[in-house]
């Protein structure tokens, strides 16, 4: 099946820096959705972006809708611990519950 | 708490035998509910979407016969990995519903199989 491209695959990073991360498609879709997973368990959901050029912000996270809608960013300041674990992106087409994943980012925190 | 569970977390089984993996919504009815496979270190990608009262749509390179999925309730959808192999080792999950309002799709958290 179809995989967005995710970059960085993974970071390594000190706590308190900021972390950007990036997620590509060949297609356009209308949804991007953020998740992080944590080591066995499900994806959380971070925060969702519906319109191209949508800015959202969930705390100390930042995420972006491309404006071509083949693309968005997630941004995360100040790192701290709890921070660690898998990033997902993923795309989604309104009224259309299935969604096509990214490759993952794997943000480790570096004491 | 959590809205989509899933049943067993973890399943370890010997080569050849069926394991069933049960995705149940808690508080709501979901007339649809998707199986996702994660093998290591990879990315979640999408097995079927399993439809209440009718059959499961698959994704190209799902075997139907291998991966059966029934859904023969609004709250309750089961994966049955048949002749299971090693191969088959992955983390499965499940998702239900679409919030319209808030965007998110509710996960499980998840059945480990181990095939020995």
């Known amino acids: 099946g179809q995989q967005l491209n995710q970059s960085p695959q993974s970071m390594f990073i000190q706590e308190g820096e900021d972390v950007s991360m990036n997620c590509t498609s060949s297609?356009?879709?209308?949804?991007w959705l953020w998740y992080k997973q944590d080591p066995g368990e499900g994806p959380v959901l971070l925060i969702a972006?519906?319109?191209?050029?949508e800015l959202t912000s969930n705390g100390r996270l930042t995420a972006q809708f491309g404006i071509t809608r083949k693309d968005s960013f997630l941004n995360i300041s100040a790192s701290i611990p709890s921070d660690v674990g898998i990033y997902f992106c993923?795309?989604?087409?309104?009224?259309?519950?299935?969604?096509?994943f990214g490759t993952g980012t794997r943000l480790t925190i570096i004491p | 708490g959590a809205v989509v569970s899933q049943h067993p977390s973890w399943v370890i089984c010997k080569s050849g035998t069926s394991v069933k993996i049960e995705c149940r919504s808690l508080d709501f009815q979901a007339t649809t509910m998707f199986w996702y496979r994660q093998f290591p270190k990879q990315s979640l990608m999408l097995m079927a979407t399993?439809?209440?009262?009718?059959?499961?749509?698959?994704e190209q390179g799902v075997e139907k016969d291998k991966f059966l999925i029934n859904h023969a309730s609004l709250t309750l959808s089961t994966l049955t990995v048949t002749s299971a192999h090693p191969e088959d080792s992955s983390f499965y999950i499940c998702s239900a519903t679409w919030d319209r309002v808030t965007g998110e799709l509710f996960f499980g958290e998840g059945s480990r199989l181990t095939v020995l």
């Open positions: 399993s439809n209440e009262g009718s059959k499961a749509t698959y």
């Open positions: 993923a795309g989604a087409n309104f009224g259309n519950e299935k969604l096509t």
């Open positions: 297609s356009i879709f209308n949804t």
């Open positions: 972006l519906y319109k191209a050029g």
